[in-house]
């Protein structure tokens, strides 16, 4: 079964870069599918990121184009997040979630909270 | 960016009930929206995807109309596990965007 999980840290400055991980087991993710980011903020808003393909390439919210960036490492099966510059607007729960062409977001990490 | 707006956003139903969501696009999304349910702490679960395609393990009192820019999720009978939060996305075009939810309490 495809399972995805978050992690990072809980607690991130203003100004400082936040950065977190997301470990995917049961699939390759160099197979198929985009790998996504999506947070949730206090309230309950939810806003979608951006992901990396399985070859690669990037697609960014274009509100947070200049700010993150989407990162993988094969050899492990992760993928990560970096958003620079935060402030206490980017406090959020941020998930991790998987997508095809065309399809919604199918499965999802248990996310984790993050406090700027 | 497409908005997704829900109503109501705060329902109470008995059990048994039949209750339905109503989600609306700022703009024609064709049959791309999807439902999903939200319990406290755990990660949303697709119920409903391509407006009216039950996602495989969902139970079939969950089922989606619609297609354009006016969706619903409907409930046959609810049951007490049914108590989360209730959102809609729209998956035709980048960004995709989300609804704010419904949340859905037993009376």
């Known amino acids: 079964e495809v399972q995805l999980q978050e992690s990072g840290p809980g607690l991130v400055k203003p100004s400082q870069s936040l950065s977190l991980t997301c470990s995917v087991t049961?699939?390759?993710?160099?197979?198929?599918?985009?790998w996504n980011w999506i947070r949730k903020f206090p309230g309950n808003k939810l806003e979608w990121m951006g992901y990396i393909n399985s070859a690669g390439s990037t697609n960014y919210n274009p509100s947070l184009k200049s700010r993150i960036s989407i990162t993988r490492d094969t050899s492990k099966n992760q993928f990560f997040l970096q958003v620079n510059s935060v402030t206490t607007e980017d406090t959020a729960t941020y998930y991790c979630a998987r997508c095809i062409i065309r399809a919604p977001f199918d499965y999802w990490g248990q996310g984790v909270m993050v406090t700027v | 960016d497409i908005q997704m707006t829900q109503s109501p956003s705060f329902l109470s139903a008995s059990v048994g009930d039949r209750v339905t969501l109503s989600c609306k696009a700022s703009?024609?999304?064709?049959?791309?929206l999807a439902w999903y349910q939200q319990k406290l702490g755990e990660a949303p679960k697709l119920l409903i995807y391509n407006a009216n395609s039950l996602q495989t393990g969902i139970p079939s009192r969950f089922s989606g109309s619609g297609s354009g820019t006016d969706f619903t999720l409907t409930i046959s009978s609810l049951q007490p596990e049914d108590v989360a939060t209730y959102f809609c996305?729209?998956?035709?075009?980048?960004?995709?965007?989300f609804g704010a939810g419904t949340k859905l309490e037993l009376k």
């Open positions: 703009q024609n999304i064709n049959k791309y």
């Open positions: 996305l729209q998956h035709n075009s980048w960004p995709n965007t």
């Open positions: 049961g699939y390759s993710i160099t197979s198929s599918y985009r």
